[in-house]
């Protein structure tokens, strides 16, 4: 059975502040990139309340770690098997806390030299969702967590890391061994990361915007490693700069800003290694803008998978691709009650052949077909139902392709018209009866995405059967 280190993590992400969406909902987002068949499943922790500290052990490595007795209500999308870590991913606590790990990324071999990454002992991917989400309060407390653990047991990997409440987005760089730094995203604008460090200019006299590893800066100049001792930039201090990061993570950004900012954007390149972190978007942003990201494969470009070019089409690595396991959207509401604010858009399976079905972060369940699903094909995981659609529109996506983005279209419809509804149902009825509703409301939406996707599969297979090498045309006139 394959480990989840041979299918190494390379998701895109996506961070917007309240101000860039039109509906004023700070979002983020990313895929989570890793196995062509890897299922996940969702998951809704009750609050908890221990009788002594708990502790976390890694099944992946040593990471230890002691925990508060307090532990938050949280959803969350672990993987089907636990053997070689949780890898929760990504999800909404009780206090309207969003977080989502990892987006991984690279180091340099110079600052890797003297602070090298704790592969034994230190905190990675699989645990930090696990041990950050549950207890924090905010955004803000969320970095200031996750950079204690990190100072303390190490970090095993180099990784990017996600947060938002209903006044903050964060993103968190963890780079080498101990030391990282956070950039506040700005109201009115939004990032794109795609597998490199995207930090850039960072004032570590501005504790509003940025936080940082203790010792950070004395880090950097006792080693010599800023290569503009007049600037702090965090990508050149500590990233990469290589022909890789020019086919594998610069276009997804490239794209993304295309797509968000497209008058702005007009003369970046693919392969530019010196695009912006921060954006500002031309327009204010829809929740469908960023879904469309998210599931993009470079449409409308020379680059496309599903395109003719065959010199260009397989230049540049996609934001959507087949080792897509998830993708989420996590958004935190401001102005509704507290106990409906947070939104968990999930999509399983293939981003751009999946559809984005929303779960209310106050729900307590969620359906059955999200709690099982293993390894090999089963029709009553939601993961392999809507893998299953996008494996049947693969083998003849011209003909097919067309039904499926029906119903994708048809479901994104229906959930906000449904999101919308139910909101006022909720709105109308005293807090008290609001949990069971959200659930029951969720649950509706998670079963209706999945009798939409069994009816396409049906039609899927039907049609195909035309469409078999075997086929052959009679001469009628014979």
């Known amino acids: 059975m394959p480990r989840k280190e041979d299918y190494f993590s390379s998701c895109t992400s996506i961070l917007v502040g309240k101000n860039a969406m039109a509906a004023g909902t700070p979002i983020i987002g990313r895929n989570e990139d890793a196995n062509t068949a890897w299922p996940k499943h969702m998951v809704i922790h009750a609050h908890q309340e221990a009788p002594t500290p708990q502790q976390f052990k890694s099944p992946d490595n040593g990471f230890t770690i002691d925990l508060p007795t307090t532990r938050l209500k949280y959803t969350a999308t672990p993987e089907w098997t636990p053997k070689y870590g949780v890898f929760e991913e990504d999800g909404i606590n009780e206090e309207n806390v969003a977080m989502s790990a990892t987006e991984s990324a690279y180091a340099n071999e110079r600052v890797l030299a003297y602070d090298p990454l704790n592969t ?76 490199q460090l995207a930090i850039q200019e960072v004032d570590l006299t501005d504790p509003t915007n940025f936080m940082a590893a203790p010792g950070i800066a004395d880090f950097v100049n006792e080693h010599h490693l800023n290569p503009n001792p007049t600037t702090f930039n965090f990508r050149n201090i500590f990233g990469t700069h290589t022909a890789s990061d020019e086919t594998y993570s610069t276009p997804r950004v490239w794209v993304g800003h295309q797509l968000l900012s497209p008058k702005q954007a007009e003369t970046e390149t693919p392969t530019s290694e010196e695009l912006p972190f921060i954006m500002r978007p031309d327009h204010l942003l829809q929740r469908e803008d960023l879904m469309a990201l998210l599931a993009n494969h470079y ?55 999946s559809v984005f079905v929303p779960t209310y972060a106050g729900a307590t369940d969620v359906h059955a077909a999200y709690k099982v699903g293993k390894h090999e094909y089963s029709p009553d995981s939601a993961y392999w139902t809507y893998k299953l659609a996008g494996v049947l529109v693969d083998a003849h996506y011209p003909v097919l392709g067309d039904k499926l983005h029906k119903v994708q279209q048809e479901l994104t419809t229906a959930y906000r018209w449904m999101i919308a509804t139910t909101d006022e ?54």
């Open 120 to 195: 034994t002992t230190g905190i990675g991917e699989e645990a930090m969702v696990t041990v950050v989400l549950p207890y924090i309060h905010s955004a803000r407390e969320g970095v200031t967590r996750l950079g204690k653990i990190v100072t303390e047991h190490g970090a095993a990997e180099t990784n990017g890391v996600l947060f938002a409440d209903e006044n903050e987005v964060w993103y968190m760089e963890i780079t080498t061994g101990h030391y990282w730094v956070a950039q506040r995203i700005p109201d009115d604008a939004y990032a794109v990361v795609a597998n």
């Open 299 to 353: 449409q409308q470009t020379p680059y496309d998978l599903l395109g003719k070019d065959a010199e260009n089409k397989h230049r540049f690595r996609p934001i959507s691709l087949a080792k897509t396991q998830e993708s989420h959207l996590l958004e935190i509401r401001p102005t509704m009650p507290k106990e409906m604010r947070g939104l968990h858009w999930l999509a399983m399976g293939v981003t751009a052949q």
């Open 425 to 478: 149902q909720l709105l109308a009825v005293s807090p008290t009866l609001r949990t069971e509703l959200m659930t029951t409301a969720s649950i509706k939406m998670q079963a209706m995405g999945l009798d939409k996707m069994n009816a396409l599969i049906s039609a899927l297979v039907t049609e195909a059967t035309a469409l078999s090498p075997l086929n052959f045309k009679t001469d009628a006139n014979l």
